[in-house]
């Protein structure tokens, strides 16, 4: 017997035990929750419905349908892929990027073309992670480099990072960064390397009702066991490096419902697309 008929044989069992007063909305909730199956029921990112219920968190203003965060890419195009196919974008959601999009992985050109393409749309925004910060201070030969040959399209992608922004802020309900912030300072008020290079201890002493959004730090130093998002306990602050670089994934959660979505592992180090200038994918 299959785990999903058994799911849908335990939501009948709860139907029929709640009894006939059930008024046709809650029959549909049932119905719909045992269509989706145990995967969905299980991908929501533990605390966050908490915070959401929360009477400081007001969505109501807020113009999106979802907004998607996604965590540390370095350079794995092919496996962000994977994720983005599963995340059906639309013109209703907004999509953010939490920075390190590039080094690690080989594919960081056809990362930074995506990105720097997606970007003109108003609905995505693309922040600056410690690792394009690196680079445009210190461009190694292992990365772009290798990748870049033509003049003009290198000064292309550094004219793009130089404008990356640091942070981005969503009414008094949402902050997102690559790496943390100073818990002492307004979220107005941050420098750029605490935006791009503070450890996780920020969390701690972090006590603002504004939901803290960042990559950076590995959810296993959050959490030793954990390999998907983690909202740190009691505190508003929601990690999402889930570790692409070390046999993880890149994760992405929908910060007003605290669902969230991961890619596949790495499979192969291969550039599987090349995007040309006018963000056309080339074979
Ligand atoms: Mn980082």
């Known amino acids: 017997m299959g785990v999903q008929l058994l799911l849908e044989l335990f939501f009948l069992f709860i139907f029929f035990s709640s009894g006939y007063n059930s008024n046709s909305k809650e029959i549909f909730s049932f119905m719909h929750i045992s269509q989706k199956g145990v995967d969905e029921m299980e991908n929501y990112v533990d605390g966050m419905k908490t915070f959401l219920n929360s ?61 720097m393409t997606e970007n003109k749309k108003p609905n995505v925004i693309v922040l600056m992670g410690n690792a394009e910060d690196n680079f445009l201070h210190k461009p190694k030969k292992t990365f772009l480099s290798e990748e870049l040959k033509e003049p003009e399209l290198v000064a292309q992608v550094i004219k793009f990072m130089k404008n990356m922004p640091t942070h981005y802020h969503i009414e008094e309900t949402f902050f997102f960064c690559h790496a943390g912030i100073n818990s002492k300072k307004p979220l107005n008020k941050q420098s750029k390397n605490r935006l791009l290079n503070s ?81 056309e994918i080339t074979e």
């Open 55 to 115: 009477e400081a968190v007001d969505t109501s203003k807020i113009p999106y349908k979802r907004i998607l965060a996604v965590g540390d890419i370095h350079g794995h195009f092919s496996e962000f892929m994977t994720l983005y196919k599963k995340l059906n974008v639309s013109e209703d959601d907004l999509l953010i990027l939490l920075g390190d999009l590039i080094e690690g992985g080989n594919e960081n050109l056809s990362m930074i073309s995506w990105a």
């Open 199 to 279: 450890s996780k201890k920020f969390a701690k002493k972090y006590f603002g009702k504004t939901l803290v959004v960042v990559g950076h730090t590995p959810v296993r130093k959050i959490n030793e066991s954990s390999t998907v998002p983690v909202k740190f306990p009691d505190r508003n602050v929601l990690f999402l490096d889930t570790e692409i670089k070390r046999g993880g994934r890149i994760s992405c959660v929908d910060v007003l419902s605290g669902q969230y979505w991961q890619s596949d592992k790495i499979k192969r180090r291969t550039i599987a697309f090349l995007y040309n200038r006018d963000g």
